[in-house]
């Protein structure tokens, strides 16, 4: 173990040194757990004209014109799910290492390999990514689901964000048990490319909303087939709508309800939406709740603000079956301005695509 501690170390010299470091997965044994699958795209809800409103995509994710073009796709492809097994790993706060080889959720700010007790064990599963460690709606959807890829055999590595309490409560309301944070020398350490909404993941979303629904009773709080119009509020990166008491007075004049999700523990967020029919939200990471909490066949409109345009929370819709649309709403000063009438055309056309009523 002496020896294996110092691999993060040596892969530092050798990047120093210009010398490739990054794993090659391509090289390292695989198991295909899931193949890659190819689904018809459902008609989706939005005014012709909405996606010309799109100027720019989130910095640092995708293009402007892949993220449009996923919107006019007629066919979605499923990556297929795959686990990947490597031997003698040395895991630690920023990632894993073996020789010769590094792969890194986050940069190395504090040597916890080099200082800290090793624990060795036979076999660990590693559920994170660059990404899930970094924002909490992508460990919501991705890091929590691939959580349920860990054999009953192995030790489950999954950071649980500390922000809000939310992942706590997911994590303890799955019956999951994550190891705690440390320093592992996995004598073989599984990981995984699980990123695509295919028939493993659906499966797996499909349990774990079985298991919250087991552990949080539906209460007697709210009416089924209820709508919602649920507000982000200043949670994660500000999305602001300078005209939100307008919008929010138009919707509950058609019926709807106003859910905040500032002070919502996730039994809150359950009871709320497990059996709402129509949900009103600006895109966000709060919308990942939805994915563990709508009942198929449910509507989604999400408001996308026209500078930083993203549907990566579509393909999660898809995989629950909602009806989902957009609404592109633009940049204004202080924020963003949501043309209200095109929220509610937007509404009767999903509710039109629901009831099979759409040419």
């Keep these: 173990m002496r020896l294996q501690r110092l691999n993060p170390l040596v892969n530092f010299g050798l990047k120093l040194l210009r010398q490739p470091t990054d794993l090659n997965f391509d090289r390292i044994r695989a198991e295909v757990i899931c193949p890659e699958e190819t689904q018809p795209c459902k008609p989706l809800a939005y005014l012709e004209g909405q996606l010309d409103?799109?100027?720019?995509?989130?910095?640092?994710?995708?293009?402007?014109?892949?993220?449009?073009?996923?919107?006019?796709?007629?066919?979605?492809?499923?990556?297929?799910?795959?686990?990947?097994?490597?031997?003698?790993?040395?895991?630690?706060?920023?990632?894993?290492?073996?020789?010769?080889?590094?792969?890194?959720?986050?940069?190395?700010?504090?040597?916890?390999?080099?200082?800290?007790?090793?624990?060795?064990?036979?076999?660990?599963?590693?559920?994170?990514?660059?990404v899930s460690h970094r924002y909490f709606g992508h460990w919501l959807q991705d890091a929590y689901t691939s959580a349920l890829l860990a054999q009953p055999n192995e030790g489950l590595l999954l950071d649980v964000h500390t922000d809000g309490g939310h992942a706590t409560d997911y994590v303890k309301a799955a019956g999951l048990s994550p190891l705690p944070a440390g320093v592992y020398l996995a004598r073989e350490l599984h990981c995984y490319q699980d990123h695509g909404q295919g028939p493993s993941k659906r499966a797996r979303i499909a349990e774990l909303r079985a298991r919250l629904a087991a552990a949080i009773p539906d209460g007697d709080r709210?009416?089924?087939?209820?709508?919602?119009?649920?507000?982000?509020?200043?949670?994660?990166?500000?999305?602001?709508?300078?005209?939100?008491?307008?919008?929010?007075?138009a919707l509950t004049a058609k019926g709807f309800e106003v859910f905040d999700?500032?002070?919502?523990?996730?039994s809150d967020i359950q009871q709320r939406f497990r059996h709402a029919r129509t949900v009103v939200s600006i895109e966000g990471s709060q919308q990942c709740h939805l994915t563990f909490a709508l009942p198929p066949g449910a509507s989604l409109i999400s408001l996308i603000p026209s500078d930083r345009f993203s549907v990566v929370l579509l393909g999660y819709a898809r995989a629950i079956e909602l009806q989902w649309g957009c609404v592109v709403i633009d940049r204004v000063e202080h924020g963003y301005h949501v043309n209200v009438d095109d929220v509610l055309r937007t509404l009767d056309l999903a509710e039109r695509q629901r009831e099979g009523k759409c040419e």
Excluded at 222 to 249: K, Q, W
Excluded at 261 to 266: H, P, R, T, Y
Aim: charged share 25%.
């Design 53 to 130: 409103k799109a100027t720019a995509p989130i910095k640092g994710f995708d293009t402007l014109a892949n993220e449009l073009a996923i919107l006019r796709a007629t066919e979605v492809r499923h990556a297929p799910t795959i686990r990947y097994t490597l031997s003698n790993c040395i895991v630690h706060d920023a990632g894993f290492d073996v020789l010769g080889g590094a792969w890194r959720k986050k940069g190395i700010d504090r040597p916890d390999f080099l200082i800290q007790p090793i624990t060795e064990l036979a076999s660990l599963s590693y559920c994170m990514s660059s």
């Design 222 to 249: 709210y009416a089924p087939g209820s709508a919602v119009y649920f507000r982000r509020g200043h949670s994660g990166v500000a999305r602001l709508i300078e005209n939100e008491d307008e919008l929010m007075r």
């Design 261 to 266: 999700l500032e002070g919502a523990s996730v």
